[in-house]
């Protein structure tokens, strides 16, 4: 089983559209969990950190559900600057923290 | 705003030589950390460093691979006897604190193809 899932997409959704995606993980002992974004050929940048209470960052929001080991990021009123693929990563506990990212979700917000 | 730099931006080199990547962190960081993405698969983690020693390393980074900070700004990735799989970006990235709850600052990545 994979450590980190995700559905690869694409999304195509129109502009003002609410997306949502999902990420799970396999390890029971992952201990922060993060959504970043890759534009195409780009370097990630992050996005939002996932708390366990869930946490909203104006249009997006991220939630946690350690019982069923999966984060999720909600994007309402999407833009056509929201195109990008949306990375899911967790950091498995070892000694340090070891970044385990999914394969990402391509977004593709049309007008 | 700080920004980690990395050169050069393309790296085109023949099979089984050596090559060196060169990145610059933000200048009040104290983790580095050093990623590769093959085209198009996902990002993958290879290697974290502290205090002038490796603190993690994956599977991926073995005998072929080390890293050195040899001043007080850059941070150096070395490839030993490339081959072609190794052919990929390589991403480099630091942050402030150790990477749980702390955002890593990646570079614009380079792109390495080996021939």
């Known amino acids: 089983r994979k450590e980190v899932e995700q559905d690869p997409g694409p999304f195509n959704v129109p502009e003002g559209a609410t997306v949502a995606f999902n990420c799970t993980y396999s390890n029971s002992a992952s201990q922060s969990f993060f959504w970043y974004r890759q534009d195409c050929r780009k370097e990630p940048k992050l996005l939002m950190s996932?708390?366990?209470s869930g946490n909203e960052d104006g249009r997006f929001t991220a939630q946690l559900n350690r019982a069923s080991q999966y984060i999720s990021l909600l994007i309402r009123d999407s833009k056509l600057s929201d195109s990008a693929t949306y990375l899911c990563v967790v950091n498995i506990a070892g000694g340090s923290y070891i970044p385990t990212f999914g394969r990402g979700t391509s977004l593709i917000v049309h007008p | 705003e700080p920004e980690v730099t990395q050169t050069p931006s393309h790296q085109v080199t023949q099979m089984g030589q050596e090559v060196i990547l060169r990145c610059v962190p933000i200048s009040n960081h104290l983790y580095f950390y050093w990623y590769r993405q093959i085209l198009g698969q996902k990002v993958e983690f290879l290697v974290s460093?502290?205090?002038?020693?490796?603190?993690?390393k994956s599977e991926i980074f073995d005998d072929q691979f080390s890293v050195e900070r040899p001043d007080g700004s850059n941070f150096t990735l070395k490839i030993r006897s490339t081959k072609l799989e190794d052919s990929a970006m390589y991403f480099c990235?630091?942050?402030?604190?150790?990477?749980?709850?702390?955002?890593?600052?990646f570079g614009p990545g380079t792109r390495l193809t080996v021939t």
């Open positions: 990235a630091s942050s402030e604190l150790q990477a749980d709850r702390e955002e890593q600052y």
């Open positions: 996932v708390y366990s």
């Open positions: 460093f502290y205090n002038n020693e490796i603190s993690e």
